[in-house]
């Protein structure tokens, strides 16, 4: 089945959709308007729109311009906003990078996106990213002056740094902005009008199927369009506070979050931490109108022992029901439908209009198209399409989609007709509601997270104790999945889950380590089928049954 749903209009700013004219169309219309608030810093629109040419002409000064990879190393926050913006106005392709990453995996992201020009933070909640730099790129600690060169990560030119630094390679961003006073505005406005929405803007990775990344490449067109496409089915209004703890380097933070607050004249509020209590204090000092975030996020407000005692009338939406004012909670919440979406896409591409209670046939719907994007239902191995009704695997086409994966041909992504096969299994009603049935792959969904078992595995087994590695996800109420771990230890070798997950959670972000690890001292304990594979459905019943509570 292939869905074009015309009832549904596409709807698209007024403005050229490149980072410079948004910015300036926004701190025009909105200039006293606080676009971020962080602890003390609020900084309103033409504050950011004022620091993000000063940042930009510093980057020209420094050789920077159009198509300079840059890479965006920071915790949600003005920096992270006013970075993002001075680099995409020029013309630079940004990459968005995780802060939660370790060092092994910071290394691939900083060569695989051919990083040039790196912002990064020094520290934040107790990480050294300094430090973590020079793990990753050892000829830092012998560098003293001039670009670097060097053939572990030979693109990588500048580091530079927000806040102090007593590194000879690492750079002061306030001396950054000091370089740009010698690039007039006239040169600026020149290079802006050389941005184009159809330039690449930012490469987003996100996990897929393998352990290899995926930087999905998305472009200054999509990016700014799709946040104002969906609006038309979002409560987002001029004024509006936000709260969310959604990161900024995913694409839930910056389409879902950032562009489309920017498109309201809204207001972003973020704190350094989760935290119930402080977040709540937050929440009720901003006197926030929405609040967006995750399942088990929410249950952690409700459940802090003040919450009762707390002023949130003045939050009027978002996600967490149990913030929501009574007139506005779902008696079912079943009735409340889903969306599906995710990097490649830059979010939703199927969703409802907000608030809408779902009719009795529609329980377990994921919305339909959004206006613009085009589906279809397919047979997963012969790539035929599929009747109504009929499970597959959901294509999508359209300008939301990304241009491609940084460094892999165009025909390895796409069929020949366009398409992009999503790995999601489901299928389409007769009325063009979407029921998703789930990941045809085995990538782990857990707290809004993507986990890649096979990143996970490969870390477990360099253990000198294991033999093998089996990771899988098992259901969670609040969390979605949980990232288990079945081990076979070598014969005669001793291993304790807790020393295993340790290892994990010093090699990959925190979020990746397992929670639950089951050990076997002979592999043929575990469930095989008849080819010799791993039978991985039996080991997740496994995992599951004997995981605690």
């Known amino acids: 089945m292939t869905t074009e749903h015309t009832e549904r209009e596409v709807f698209f700013p007024p403005h050229q959709p490149t980072a410079g004219v948004f910015i300036n169309h926004r701190a025009a219309e909105h200039p006293d308007t606080p676009l971020v608030v962080l602890g003390d810093r609020r900084v309103t629109y033409e504050e950011v729109n004022i620091q993000s040419r000063s940042l ?29 913006l001075a680099a995409t106005r020029i013309g630079a392709l940004v990459t968005l990078i995780n802060t939660y990453q370790k060092p092994r995996e910071l290394d691939r992201t900083l060569r695989h996106a051919d990083v ?32 670097l060169l060097t053939p572990s990560h030979p693109f990588l030119r500048e580091i530079w740094v927000w806040g102090d630094t007593n590194r000879a390679w690492a750079k002061s961003i306030d001396q950054l902005a000091d370089d740009g006073r010698a690039i007039d505005d006239e040169l600026l406005t020149a290079v802006e009008a050389e941005v184009t929405p159809a330039d690449p803007m930012v490469i987003v990775y996100s996990s897929g199927s393998t352990a290899d990344p995926k930087g999905v490449i998305h472009s200054h067109g999509a990016v700014i369009r799709h946040a104002h496409n969906l609006s038309q089915f979002r409560d987002m209004r001029a004024g509006d506070v936000i709260y969310t703890p959604m990161p900024l380097f995913w694409i839930g933070g910056l389409s879902y979050m950032l562009v489309a607050t920017m498109h309201a004249g809204a207001t972003l509020v973020f704190d350094e931490q989760f935290e119930p209590g402080a977040t709540l204090d937050l929440i009720e000092r901003e006197r926030c109108t929405q609040v ?52 490649e896409s830059l979010g939703p591409h199927t969703l409802e209009l907000e608030g809408t209670e779902l009719p009795e046939d529609k329980l377990g719907s994921f919305g339909r198209p959004v206006p613009g994007v085009e589906h279809r239902i397919v047979d997963p191995v012969t790539g035929e399409d599929l009747e109504d009704g009929v499970l597959g695997e ?30 999601d299994g489901g299928w389409f009603d007769e009325d063009g509601h979407l029921f998703f049935k789930g990941r045809l ?29 089996f990771v899988v996800g098992i259901n969670h109420a609040e969390r979605g999945q949980d990232v288990a771990a079945a081990v076979v230890l070598r014969p005669g070798a001793h ?25 076997f001292a002979d592999q043929q304990d575990l469930p095989w089928l008849e080819s010799g594979k791993i039978d991985r459905r039996a080991v997740q019943r496994l995992l599951a049954e004997h995981a605690p509570d």
């Open 56 to 84: 930009a002409r510093g980057l020209l000064a420094n050789g920077a311009g159009k198509g300079t990879r840059v890479g965006l190393l920071a915790p949600n926050g003005p920096d992270w906003i006013i970075g993002w």
């Open 394 to 423: 959901v294509q999508v086409r359209g300008y939301s989609v990304m241009q491609g994966l940084y460094k892999r041909e165009r025909e390895d992504t796409f069929t020949t007709d366009g398409w992009y096969s999503t790995g």
């Open 116 to 147: 040039q020009v790196l912002l990064t933070v020094g520290q934040h909640l107790g990480h050294d990213y300094l430090e973590r730099l020079e793990t990753v790129v050892p000829a830092l600690t012998t560098h003293s002056n001039g670009p």
């Open 441 to 469: 792959g085995d990538q782990i969904k857990s707290s809004g997270m993507n986990i890649t078992p096979r990143e996970v595995e490969m870390v477990l087994e360099e253990d000198g104790a294991v033999l093998h590695a």
């Open 292 to 343: 967006i975030g995750w399942v088990h996020m929410g249950k952690a407000l409700a459940e802090h022992p003040s919450f009762d005692d707390r002023d949130l009338s003045s939050i009027r939406g978002g996600t967490i029901e149990a913030l929501l004012p009574e007139n506005r909670r779902r008696i079912d919440p079943t009735r409340r439908p889903n969306a599906l979406g995710m990097t």
């Open 495 to 519: 291993a304790e889950a807790e020393e295993l997950r340790a290892t994990v959670k010093s090699e990959l972000s925190s979020y990746k380590t397992p929670r639950h690890v089951m050990l």
